[in-house]
């Protein structure tokens, strides 16, 4: 059953007083509501089910601290044989984001596609409060049921309902980014794997046995080699200054200023550095990473 369009209509009254409620910026409140109903709108529409939330922590007035860029990047799990096209992608969302008859938004977007994705760049406007909002779709094929999971989040503007979005799975996002930054090393392009795995480090508990044991899987499947070389290397970058200068030109991209680079490879370093080298000195480390604190306690 489709939602009715006249219960959802919000006018900019309606925000202003909700933002006073709740003593937050009209701009934060904005932000967290139109990436809130462009995730509900694709969850619920006909390719819902194979559009899967890799960030889904955005969501929600909290989700909002911890992502200035108004950023939803999504996997699209390709049917077997299934052509992924801009053009045909540009026209799903033409007739799914149905914001000027299911609320009072208008939109404006232009799209563009980077490597194999698809970065729509969406402008949402309430009685003149403008919205950048970013949406970033990754085709991905022989997606498995492994990394299909779902998330619960409380509509701002109607908070005795929840909606269900269908996300990849926190961890398997965790581990492919941190496979594409021990891959690539200083000649990965996209800096916003460590962003991610950033803020997955936030989020995600650990037992150091459990992660040696999943990253020699990981490794394995995907022919990393993780040897005294490849730990030397990654060992410098938080004092490389070309790795901070990527770093900064990332974060100016995206409009940011922090976390800065020290914050962002320490914390990573940190979570990495200890099992890794128990495991090039052939031992099990028992220390459990407490994401609350940033560390491992032994």
């Not at 995206?254 to 914390?267: A, H, N």
Request: aromatic content about 10%; hydrophobic content about 40%.
């Amino acid at each position: 059953m489709g939602r009715n369009p006249k219960k959802n209509l919000v006018k900019k009254a309606a925000l202003v007083q909700k933002s006073e409620e709740l003593g937050i910026q009209m701009e934060r409140l904005l932000a967290a509501y139109v990436m809130e109903q462009l995730a509900v709108m694709l969850s619920e529409s006909k390719r819902g089910d194979r559009l899967l939330l890799k960030n889904p922590e955005v969501l929600g007035l909290s989700g909002m601290t911890k992502n200035d860029s108004h950023r939803l990047h999504y996997v699209y799990a390709k049917q077997p044989k299934e052509a992924f096209s801009k053009a045909d992608f540009t026209v799903f969302l033409k007739q799914t984001i149905k914001w000027e008859t299911q609320t009072n938004i208008e939109w404006s977007w232009r799209s563009n596609v980077e490597g194999t994705s698809l970065i729509v760049e969406i402008t949402a406007v309430l009685d003149e409060m403008r919205m950048p909002v970013e949406l970033i779709v990754e085709p991905l094929a022989n997606v498995s049921k492994e990394s299909y999971d779902t998330c619960s989040t409380r509509l701002i503007m109607e908070s005795d309902r929840t909606c269900k979005i269908n996300s990849f799975s926190v961890q398997r996002v965790f581990f492919e980014d941190l496979g594409e930054i021990l891959t690539k090393l200083e000649l990965i392009s996209d800096m916003a794997a460590y962003e991610r795995v950033y803020e997955a480090l936030g989020v995600l508990s650990f037992e150091g046995r459990q992660f040696q044991k999943l990253m020699s899987s990981y490794c394995n499947e995907h022919g990393i080699v993780m040897d005294e070389v490849r730990f030397g290397q990654m060992e410098r970058y938080l004092n490389y200054p070309y790795m901070k200068k990527k770093w900064n030109a990332y974060l100016k991209k995206r409009r940011k200023e922090i976390p800065s680079w020290e914050e962002v490879f320490g914390k990573l370093w940190s979570f990495l550095m200890p099992p890794w080298k128990a495991a090039l000195e052939e031992m099990v480390y028992l220390g459990s990473w407490i994401s609350d604190l940033g560390r491992y306690l032994d």
